[in-house]
RNA sequence: GCUGCUGUAGCUCAGAGGUAGAGCACUCCCUUGGUAAGGGAGAGGUCGAGAGUUCAAUUCUCUCCAGCAGCACCA
């Protein structure tokens, strides 16, 4: 038999029998790494303990100290024990496939009844048995035949698809859980003696399509989430709690921002606290656009399908418009209108109007437009994905030449009011063209270069999604990652040279003939109500000072304190301040709770020792202590805060 | 849109085939209290909408609407 050099962490190297597999390299080190070998990397490839070695390799064995490894297989594995639980408690169900996903892993299977929140529990109790019995893993690799065969005859339907799916040359891998088989890439453990039977938990059940197509049946998918240990465990489940607790929904009606009813689905009443938000964010955008050399425009909501046509988007997307139909006198046909999904159409008519030159570009044009798209009933989610909304959007015209130096400018414009907005935590991704595309390679070579020259040029690393542009055009998308670690994908650049050539766009150049110019679609919140709804689960609630819509209420401890409570109030709105004085007949104690469950940044109290000195004692959220200040010195700190950052 | 679940007072929720209840919020009264709920009284509901079964439906059935969790979608 032929011999293999394998080299270890360490650096040593060994000969070993060619076909060995890691569960016997680890024997041949130590009786104790053989029982707590969980899995091996074998030349960089995460490798089963029982896959053979053929060629001499670099090899480490992971225990459970290597979390990554020892996550990807706890996880792995529950999702296999899960399915045997199910198949053992009903036989009937068909399995297909359960990947390891975010904290967990899910399966999907083929049932007719529907789980219930009771058959989880009694799924995990049986997951715990299969744990405890401590049965070993094997794994073999089957002919195609054989395994088509093999579930053909066990009725699993999916499975046999599965198998047919598999790419020629690929091995057919069969592993065994127990008495229990599934076909499975692995690697997995030893035994599931190996998986904590207490840092499970399964925790939830949804519909879900067979392989995501939604023109495929519809399979009963369970969630578990799985970790090391209990403690692991715990943690997750104080940062779902957590995050339950930010959940804009609930803060925007304890804070009294917007509400949503039946009448109006996806659609926000804003309330004044709320548009306070709205329209401060609004203002400092107009004002950072206008530093940064935008011109803003507004165009119609309702405009005729033939500009749809036009644009293309009728075709594409009519599902997804509302319709306005006008039936107007002495009409044959009802004019048939739509409300705008989106402004670049409407953009490009201002455009249009009158000749431009080479010398107008790059022109940066900016709508903070509101659309209307008719979302799919179960997209809908609060205020973050809604049927009518406000976009920060514009559109740069301008020559192929500008797209690098104009993405650059982009860049640096959205990182300042990420910056500003305390958000410094953010990546970009670069889609490049996908399959199914229009434009002539070189086109794209250009726009994929420009867009990742600018990055580079901006001082910004990029993450390349291959084949995720659009069909007319590569794009940059702006991921920006919240306090809890969260992430939202929020700024966008695309260059598009389709719509100028679909509505005729152009501009005399240099040379006195027509040009096509290009078009750049960029955002930076993306959406208004979106952006709002990040900021408040981010902030959980408690907003920074500027963008709080009650900043301070000020406080009565004694009602003779009443007077002095208004001209501290005076004071601070002269100053810029949104103040309120809050004189009811309560004791401080209710009126510091019910303000700071309000999230108000600042509490005044003042009773008759403030009276008397011309002071104020401050209360900040989130903190126990108070502070005597004096009426000047709060007034001029607040002053400060009060402004939007940019007018500091 | 698909699967499952949910819809009772402003909010959070309980309830049962015989037309409803709690806590908080609200109004009034007492209380002027020093930093996260002082006390008392009162008012408040076509039980999401429509149809069916029934002597009787908010409760059971069906349809629709909306919401929630996923999936699919997101120009």
Redesign the pocket.
Known sequence: MSQISLTFPDGNARDYDKGITPAEVAESISKSLSKKAISATVNGAHWDLQWPIEDDATVAIHTMQDDEQALELIRHDLAHVMARAVQEIWPDVKVTIGPVRDNGWFYDFDRAE?F?PEDLGAIEAKMKDIINARDAVKTEVWGRDEAIEYYESRGESFKVELVNRIPEGENIRMYWHGDWQDLCRGPHLQHTGQLPADAFKLT??????WL???DRP?L??I?GVAFKNRKDLKAWETMMEEAAKR?H??LG?EMDLFH???EA??QIFWHPNGWKIYTTLQDYMRRQQERDGYVEVNTPQVVNRKLWEASG?WD??QE??FIVEVDEDHAREKTVNALK??N?PCHVQVFNQGLKSYRDLPLRMAEFGSCN??????????IM?VRGFTQDDAHIFCEESHIESETKKFIEFLAAIYADLGFHDWSIKLSTRPEKRIGTEESWDHAEESLGNACKAAGYDYEIQEGEG?FYGPKLEFVLTDAIGREWQCGTL?VDPNLPERLDANFVGQDGAKHRPVML?RAVLGSFERFIGILIESHAGKLPFWLAPRQVVVT?????ADGYADEVVAALKAAGVRAEADTR??????K??EH??AKVPV?L??????VEEKTV?V?R??E?Q?A?MSLDDIVAELKDAALAPDLK
Do not use: F, W
């Not at 939830?204 to 399509?209: P, R, S």
């Not at 009565?556 to 003779?560: C, F, P, R």
């Open positions: 529907p219930t939830h059940v949804a519909g879900a399509y995501g197509d939604s519809m009963q998918r969630y959940d929904r609930k009606r949503m009813q039946e689905p996806g988007h594409n997307y997804n418009m999904p989106m670049c798209r008719y979302e799919p009933s179960g997209a809908l989610h609060g994905r659009a695309q679609h009565t401890i004694i009602s003779e007949n309560e004791k401080i104690n209710y510091v709770r700071s469950l509490i109290a003042v009773g008759a020792r403030e004692s209360r959220l989130g126990k108070t005597v």
